[in-house]
Each structure stands twice: as C-alpha cells, then as structure tokens.
C-alpha cells in the first residue's frame, strides 16, 4: 500500500510539474513567437506579407556574363558580328504581380541595373506583399509615359541617364556599348542606346514612347515566405528575334534614327525570362 502511495506521488508530482510549464507559440517562423515557451499550445500567428527581393542575372546564350568579361571580344551575334561588352546598363519600373482575377498588384519605384555595380544587380521592393499566388510576374523596361519626365529622378540625373529634350526628353531604358571586329584586326565601338523614338516625315516630328512591357514567360509562384526571385537577361537576344542585327549597320548615333529605336524594341521581347524561385 505504502508503494502505491509513493507512485501516485511521483505522478502527481510529474502532473505538477508538466502543467506549471510555460505555453506559447515555439515556432520561430510565427510572429508571435515566445523564447520562454516551453510547450507550444497551438497558438501561433502567420505573416500575411512578405519582403520580395528581384535579382538580376546576365549571360550570353547561356553563358554567364559579368563585369569581369568587359572588354573581352569573346561574343559572337546571330548576324556574325565578334563584339566586346564593355558597359551594359538599363532601367526597370513599375514592376507587377499578376493574379488569377486579371488584376495585377503595380509596386512604385525604379531600378537602374549597372552590370559594373554588384549593389544594383538586387532590387528590394520598399513594400511587402501579401502572401498568395500569383499567375505572372512584369515589369517596364523604362519608364511608361506617364514616368518618363525629363528632371524628376535626381538618383538617375547624377549618372546622366537622361534622354535628350531634342529626341522627346525623359530617361534611357538602355545603354549597351562595347566594341567590334570589322575586319582583323581593326576594331570599332557600337553604342546600342534605346529610349524615345524620335520620327521625322517632312516638316512634322513626332515622338514615340519606346519603353517596352516584360511579361515574364511561366512566371507563376505562390508567395509564402520571404522571397528572391531571378530575372535572367539574354543579351544575345538584343541582336536577334525578329531582327537580325549587324553593328556594320546599327552601330553609333543610333539614339536619332527611327529606325533603329523601333528595331530594339521589338527585339526586347525576347530578352528576360524567368530564373529561379527562391523561399
């Protein structure tokens, strides 16, 4: 009788003991997560939003391009054209989440991607964003024409990325420059300057916004942690899909020609696609 007392002692005091243990929230994922919780009692709270982080990667055809490689006369264009990158540098605003209604949640703000830059290669979004799916991802390459003001971004007027008020004002969406073989072993440079289409007939000119609307192909998520979302840029594509591109042709003063304004940007289609998806 004696034992059984000592044994429902010893319970009662392991009851005790158990049930004087602090509850709370133990996942440290939760906001409401409690150091001193020594018993999670079911109790945790979720984010609703989370930070979004683009990051910005760059290859030649599947052959990762960076600062290091300047200068090298190592690519070769789907016209034939041998050519160096020796600065690779452009503008992306107004960047969206599709969702499945057809609606799309449009983040403000801007980024100038500077190949020689590390810093700019990753761009935080300044708001978080609500958990969920997402059909698609988008961005502008430039400035739409309601941004697109000439004087109104000090960060982008310090670097002079500004656009002529000659050829229609407002700001660069890029500024691709480098050098290539004409005949071995001369060589020239080529400046691949894209923003406002400037077209002169006769006595009339009229201007003609050139920024260019990315639809990231396959780009659906779901958003249920912070996040880093690659955008991987093809620069090849800049000489190819639709337009074959010779730099004999298109090489310098190309910021006035119509033309070659109207050429790049139906070539823009091609260039970002979707990297990966990290959570």
């Known amino acids: 009788m004696k034992n059984l007392v000592v044994v ?23 906001t409401n997560y409690d150091a001193e919780a020594e018993k999670d009692d079911g109790t945790c709270e979720w984010p609703t939003e989370h930070n979004l982080t683009f990051s910005f990667s760059h290859n030649y055809d599947g052959t990762a391009v ?20 020796s600065k690779l540098m452009y503008l992306v605003s107004g960047l969206r989440l599709y969702t499945s209604g057809g609606d799309s949640l449009v983040i403000e703000g801007h980024q100038l991607i500077n ?35 000439s004087g109104a971004y000090p960060d982008l007027n310090l670097v002079n990325w500004s656009w ?27 400046a691949y300057h894209m923003g406002t289409a400037r077209e002169v007939v006769g006595v009339d000119t009229t201007f003609h916004t050139n920024h260019f609307l990315v639809q990231l ?23 190819k899909n639709p337009n074959t591109w010779d730099l004999n042709t298109y090489n310098s003063m190309l910021m006035p020609n119509y033309a070659a ?18 959570q």
């Open 115 to 149: 190949l020689s830059d590390a810093g700019t290669l990753s761009y935080e979004l300044d708001q978080q964003i609500p958990v969920g799916s997402y059909t698609g991802i988008g961005f502008n390459f430039g400035f739409d024409a309601a941004d697109n003001t």
């Open 217 to 239: 192909p396959n780009s659906g998520f779901t958003l249920s942690q912070d996040a880093t979302i690659e955008v991987k840029m093809n620069i090849a594509e800049w000489f």
């Open 8 to 30: 429902f002692t010893i319970l009662a005091t392991i009851a005790a003991i158990t049930s004087c243990r602090k509850k709370g929230c133990t996942n440290t994922s939760a």
């Open 164 to 190: 002529p008020m000659m050829l229609g004002g407002g700001y660069h969406n890029i500024q691709f420059e480098g050098n290539f073989i004409t005949t071995i072993p001369d060589t020239i440079g080529f």
């Open 66 to 85: 960076s600062s290091s490689d300047f200068s090298d006369l190592k690519y070769a264009n789907a016209f034939g054209n041998v050519h160096s990158v």
């Open 261 to 278: 304004q109207r050429l790049m940007n139906e070539n823009a289609a091609s260039v970002f696609t979707l990297g990966e998806i990290a």
